[in-house]
């Protein structure tokens, strides 16, 4: 029996792009969804770029104007893989034409522009999503279930690190991604910011908010190996002290120039019961200690999170074949896919969204001011 077809432009050609393109092809062998994507149309500022990029991954179509894209009466689906500076006016503009909106995050650079496209995806209907993938790395959703289980008890702390080395060198270019204009934070904003939605995800909501940042490096080279510089005027690393609603008590830190770290999202949880922690770059691995366990073998143990029964996996390889980064995606568009078809919501959405911008703001202001902020 042949499957509803729904039909998928994509915004945007560079990592996020391919990421995205990719977990749109491997949902249907894999999950079998419902709906059956079809790749329509994707959309980038180069025409002979995009249109290799669209043979390369299987779009029938290619354009450079994304506001003809969206208004496409063969356009459903709307995935936005952009820098947050542009995600605003086209997920928003891309509701007022009824598609799902599938988006990058974070959603946009400001708590104002977070909620204008919550409340225009509210008012149209649509489902929405944000794509914190991490949330769908088996590990952390055993996580999340463990903890709903009661398995460590009351949650008392938050430990959460995103660590990155790779603007340690001076000489490393100044990219989009150290532009206030653009990303409107460095990895305050962008590695934090999935570090707060697993925050949010796993303890609960944040409550209050204490922070310091700093920028090490002013000056960079416009280009790699010009010697025209241009300003740095983002953080180059970020701390955070926080109280959840819960009571329980959180740090973050995020960097870019935390030497020999590569890619290193890791969180602690630490319960009245319990503990558990977790790394991106052991990202199939679980550690959960349990007060449980006779005292004379207590530890932490070491859980592989490979077998059938853990959240995802059962769609993927037989146990102890490990799956990668890319397979979060896979799962992101999998649960978006079925939200669509059954009409119910899926989570993180923009109301999401916005409640990690606001962190992030209240943060903000706070290294401005030196003092703790409530959040929003």
């Given at each position: 029996m042949s499957k509803d077809k729904i039909r998928i432009a994509l915004i945007g050609t560079e990592f996020m792009g391919r990421t995205h393109s990719n977990a749109w092809r491997q949902v249907i062998p894999f999950f079998e969804p419902d709906l059956e994507p079809v790749l329509k149309v994707v959309c980038g500022r180069d025409p002979e770029k995009t249109k290799t990029f669209a043979r390369r991954w299987g779009f029938e179509d290619s354009s450079t104007d994304w506001r003809t894209v969206i208004q496409r009466d063969d356009v459903d689906v709307v995935d936005l893989a952009l820098p947050q500076s542009m995600q605003p006016e086209v997920a928003i503009a891309a509701a007022k034409c009824g598609k799902h909106v599938f988006c990058e995050k974070p959603m946009a650079l400001t708590g104002t522009e977070a909620q204008t496209m919550l409340q225009e995806a509210e008012a149209a209907d649509i489902r929405h999503?944000?794509?914190?993938?991490?949330?769908?790395?088996?590990?952390?959703?055993?996580?999340?279930?463990?903890?709903?289980?009661?398995?460590?008890?009351?949650?008392?702390?938050?430990?959460?690190?995103?660590?990155?080395?790779?603007?340690?060198?001076?000489?490393?270019?100044?990219?989009?991604?150290?532009?206030?204009?653009?990303?409107?934070?460095?990895?305050?904003?962008?590695?934090?910011?999935?570090?707060?939605?697993?925050?949010?995800?796993l303890v609960g909501k944040i409550e209050s908010v204490y922070c310091q940042k700093n920028t090490f490096i002013h000056q960079r080279p416009l280009e790699s190996g010009s010697a025209d510089m241009g300003p740095v005027d983002v953080d180059d690393a970020s701390q955070m002290l926080v109280k959840f609603a819960n009571g329980a008590l959180g740090s973050f830190e995020s960097s870019r120039f935390a030497t020999g770290q590569r890619n290193a999202n890791q969180f602690e949880i630490f319960g009245s019961k319990g503990a558990l922690r977790w790394n991106l770059e052991d990202l199939n691995r679980l550690e959960f200690y349990s007060n449980d366990d006779p005292i004379h073998i207590r530890g932490y143990r070491s859980i592989l999170a490979t077998e059938a029964e853990h959240p995802y996996v059962g769609k993927w390889w037989p146990p102890g074949h490990t799956i990668g980064y890319e397979h979060t995606f896979v799962h992101a568009v999998a649960d978006f896919l079925a939200a669509i078809s059954t009409g119910q919501p899926i989570s993180p959405d923009f109301s999401d969204g916005l409640g990690v911008i606001q962190v992030l703001e209240a943060a903000h202001t706070s290294a401005e001011s030196g003092q703790?902020?409530?959040?929003v």
């Amino acid at each position: 029996m042949s499957k509803d077809k729904i039909r998928i432009a994509l915004i945007g050609t560079e990592f996020m792009g391919r990421t995205h393109s990719n977990a749109w092809r491997q949902v249907i062998p894999f999950f079998e969804p419902d709906l059956e994507p079809v790749l329509k149309v994707v959309c980038g500022r180069d025409p002979e770029k995009t249109k290799t990029f669209a043979r390369r991954w299987g779009f029938e179509d290619s354009s450079t104007d994304w506001r003809t894209v969206i208004q496409r009466d063969d356009v459903d689906v709307v995935d936005l893989a952009l820098p947050q500076s542009m995600q605003p006016e086209v997920a928003i503009a891309a509701a007022k034409c009824g598609k799902h909106v599938f988006c990058e995050k974070p959603m946009a650079l400001t708590g104002t522009e977070a909620q204008t496209m919550l409340q225009e995806a509210e008012a149209a209907d649509i489902r929405h999503y944000v794509n914190y993938n991490y949330r769908r790395s088996p590990a952390v959703a055993l996580a999340k279930q463990i903890i709903d289980e009661g398995r460590i008890g009351e949650i008392r702390h938050w430990r959460g690190a995103y660590l990155q080395d790779w603007l340690v060198d001076p000489e490393a270019p100044l990219g989009w991604k150290l532009k206030k204009e653009y990303a409107g934070f460095g990895p305050h904003g962008d590695l934090n910011s999935h570090s707060v939605d697993l925050a949010h995800f796993l303890v609960g909501k944040i409550e209050s908010v204490y922070c310091q940042k700093n920028t090490f490096i002013h000056q960079r080279p416009l280009e790699s190996g010009s010697a025209d510089m241009g300003p740095v005027d983002v953080d180059d690393a970020s701390q955070m002290l926080v109280k959840f609603a819960n009571g329980a008590l959180g740090s973050f830190e995020s960097s870019r120039f935390a030497t020999g770290q590569r890619n290193a999202n890791q969180f602690e949880i630490f319960g009245s019961k319990g503990a558990l922690r977790w790394n991106l770059e052991d990202l199939n691995r679980l550690e959960f200690y349990s007060n449980d366990d006779p005292i004379h073998i207590r530890g932490y143990r070491s859980i592989l999170a490979t077998e059938a029964e853990h959240p995802y996996v059962g769609k993927w390889w037989p146990p102890g074949h490990t799956i990668g980064y890319e397979h979060t995606f896979v799962h992101a568009v999998a649960d978006f896919l079925a939200a669509i078809s059954t009409g119910q919501p899926i989570s993180p959405d923009f109301s999401d969204g916005l409640g990690v911008i606001q962190v992030l703001e209240a943060a903000h202001t706070s290294a401005e001011s030196g003092q703790r902020m409530n959040v929003v």
